[in-house]
């Protein structure tokens, strides 16, 4: 059986960043054929020493192995001069550069846009940063939290006089990957037509705020305050009711019924007569809590089947076990499963597209610090003396690829 081809399939993506959003981008590349090289420090990445949840893995902790799927290995000293050279030798040989260092610290490296340019016209370069390659913030940590907070999304959920709530999962990170991701493509059909590289800006805080382009509108051209109810409706640019509500057993979360529809669904008879769309806005916390009152009254399954069956849009509030065992999920094929060589079997989620003709596949799982230094430089054309002499002076580093348990 031919093996399909995948979109990426003969481009090369050299990822010099760290943590999660730069790596998140380059994996997406990865899942898509690209040949992403991982060029890492001598001891290894930082995220392999800090495992979101405490979740070590055997020889790779569970947040880097989410992250490097797809990539491969090179461990080298960006500090030492003969390091900086084996890196422009790769990048010679490459299509996207991707990077997420301080600002400054590229230029100091000599792996700034212009220098690398100068060695590969043809290269898409990538530098993400939290808040601008320059400005009054350039200095800032750009960490996910942080740029939750200033983002303004904060203050969009919840009661007012209660403290903001931060979202469930490392948004700032994942969108900005996304965004890098799409910028990656866009560049490359642009080199595609033209020839030309050029480089690519992607920060965070940009990301974040662009995300936010409906409300944000409400609120420049409509004018609309960004004012909190003193009930947790889920969103302050939503007609009430529309939030998270407690059941007997549980949660379901509600959004966009008709008050009079639902009124005989729940047994309120105060919402007979009533119009969404005016009083829905006019009378936010009082629709909140009557309807809270209702629904306190009998389990999540019970309301979720009463309101679909009559058109309300309502739907359970999922834990992680849930989500893993949905059957929508499972018919999705959301989640993936592979075999690694150190951490034993993984289930970890998939890719959020599907291609046809060219689909996303695992190739290989996250790699060990090094594991592909000598495959990459031989490939590049230095010899077995030269990578050996460079082994003996810390210059690079190599660790030999695992055995499968089963194949030992």
């Known amino acids: 059986m031919t093996t399909p081809s995948r979109i990426l399939d003969g481009y090369r993506v050299v990822d010099c960043s760290i943590a999660m959003a730069g790596p998140f981008a380059a994996q997406r590349l990865g899942d898509l054929g690209a040949d992403v090289i991982k060029v890492e420090p001598t001891a290894g990445e930082w995220q392999r020493f800090a495992a979101a949840g405490g979740a070590q893995g055997n020889r790779i902790n569970v947040s ?22 084996v890196v422009r030798e790769l990048v010679r040989t490459a299509d996207v550069f991707i990077q997420n260092y301080r600002p400054g610290v590229a230029a100091r490296l000599g792996l700034d846009y212009e220098t690398l340019s100068a060695l590969n016209p043809s290269l898409v370069y990538v530098s ?42 490392y948004l700032a990170d994942a969108v900005t990957a996304s965004t890098a991701f799409e910028a990656v ?97 006019t009378h936010r916390d009082e629709l909140y809590a009557k309807t809270a009152a209702r629904l306190a009254g009998d389990t999540s399954a019970h309301w979720i089947d009463t309101l679909l069956g009559v058109g309300i849009w309502a739907g359970p ?26 951490e034993g079997h993984i289930k970890t989620p998939g890719f959020p597209y599907r291609f046809h003709k060219t689909p996303a596949s695992i ?18 054309g230095f010899t077995g003396e030269t990578i050996d002499g460079m082994l003996e002076h810390a210059v690079i580093a190599e660790t030999p690829a695992a055995v499968p348990a089963e194949a030992s």
Not at 64 to 85: I, T
Not at 195 to 220: F, I, K, P, R, W
Request: proline residues 6%; negative net charge; without cysteine.
């Open 64 to 85: 880097f192995l989410s992250l490097n799927r797809n990539k491969r290995s090179l461990a080298v000293d960006l500090k030492s001069d003969e390091g900086k050279d």
């Open 128 to 169: 993400m940063s939290g808040y601008g390659e320059d400005g009054p913030y350039r200095d800032r940590p750009g960490q996910d939290l942080l740029l939750q907070a200033m983002s303004g999304a904060m203050l969009s959920a919840g009661r007012a006089g209660e403290p903001p709530t931060p979202a469930g999962q």
């Open 185 to 281: 493509l866009a560049a490359l059909l642009h080199r595609e037509r033209t020839g030309e590289g050029q480089l690519v800006t992607v920060n965070m805080l940009d990301a974040l705020t662009t995300l936010q382009m409906q409300e944000l509108s409400v609120h420049t051209v409509g004018g609309v305050p960004q004012q909190r109810g003193s009930e947790p409706n889920a969103h302050v640019y939503i007609r009430a009711p529309y939030g998270v509500f407690a059941t007997s057993d549980g949660y379901i979360a509600l959004a966009f019924a008709d008050l009079a529809v639902l009124g005989e669904a729940i047994g309120e008879p105060s919402f007979a007569g009533l119009d969404a769309e005016e009083h829905g806005w």
């Open 317 to 342: 509030v999922y834990g992680y076990a849930d989500l893993v065992d949905d059957p929508q999920i499972i018919h999705n094929g959301t989640f993936v499963e592979y075999d690694h060589p150190t």
């Open 363 to 380: 190739e290989r799982g996250a790699p060990l610090v090094g594991e592909h230094t000598r495959e990459i430089l031989a490939e590049l």
